[in-house]
């Protein structure tokens, strides 16, 4: 079965440093993945996503993510975070072609911006 | 495009009522739709699917009687929360694939509705 997981629970960063969320998979076959942003009391955003190819992966907001078969990662990097990047982002996978496929989501990890 | 909406964005209702919540896709058609429920910083947990014109797939230890799907058209589902108690007060979080994505897994997520019982 599918599976994510983010391995930390909350970050703090200082504004303008980088910063990098990870996130590691379980899944059988070539995933599709995804990285999603949260404020507070608001639904998802999504920042970048990952189905085949180039295994960096541009997003929105200055973000990327590179896929790395071999650790079975995807990890979220931005070189230089502003203060209002302070969310909960979660890491998810998505399983096959059919209709009815899911996507799970990691449990999420709170990042804080230290002024 | 791929907006999703969803009615009310919050609601207060006494416990025993039913709350009845609205996903719309609003520029695109929606075969399967997709409701999940997320606890205070917690993550989402996907509570169904549902695809139109057909009885809705509950996750396992989800109650199909008390969390009522219905998806009458290819834009809208319904949620209803029955005879609703104080621990069912939650976020709930729609989603909806677009019939005519070439990435069949990927979806569009609504703002989300917070329910809460008194």
């Known amino acids: 079965a599918q599976s994510v997981t983010q391995p930390d629970i909350h970050i703090t960063v200082s504004e303008g440093a980088s910063l990098e969320l990870r996130c590691n998979y379980s899944y059988g076959a070539t995933p599709y993945l995804f990285w999603y942003v949260q404020s507070p009391g608001q639904g998802l955003q999504l920042l970048l996503k990952?189905?085949?190819?180039?295994?960096l992966v541009q997003g929105i907001k200055g973000f990327e993510a590179e896929f790395k078969r071999s650790q079975s990662s995807f990890n979220l990097r931005k070189p230089s975070v502003h203060w209002s990047d302070a969310a909960e982002y979660f890491c998810?996978?998505?399983?096959?072609?059919?209709?009815?496929?899911?996507?799970?989501f990691g449990s999420g990890t709170r990042l804080s911006i230290r002024p | 495009g791929a907006v999703v909406s969803q009615h009310p964005s919050w609601v207060i209702c006494k416990s025993g009522t039913s709350v009845k919540i609205e996903c719309r896709s609003l520029?695109?058609?929606?075969?399967?739709m997709f409701w999940y429920r997320q606890f205070p910083k917690q993550s989402l947990m996907l509570m169904a699917t549902s695809n139109e014109g057909s009885k809705a797939t509950y996750e396992q230890g989800v109650e199909k009687d008390k969390f009522l799907i219905n998806h009458a058209s290819l834009t809208l589902s319904t949620l209803t929360v029955t005879s609703a108690h104080p621990e069912d007060s939650s976020f709930y979080i729609c989603?909806?694939?677009?019939?005519?994505?070439?990435?069949?897994?990927?979806?569009?997520f609504g703002p989300g509705t917070r329910l809460t019982v008194l």
């Open positions: 990952y189905f085949s190819g180039d295994t």
């Open positions: 998810a996978v998505g399983s096959g072609y059919s209709i009815a496929s899911k996507i799970i």
């Open positions: 989603s909806a694939r677009d019939r005519l994505s070439g990435a069949v897994n990927e979806q569009f």
């Open positions: 520029d695109f058609q929606a075969t399967t």
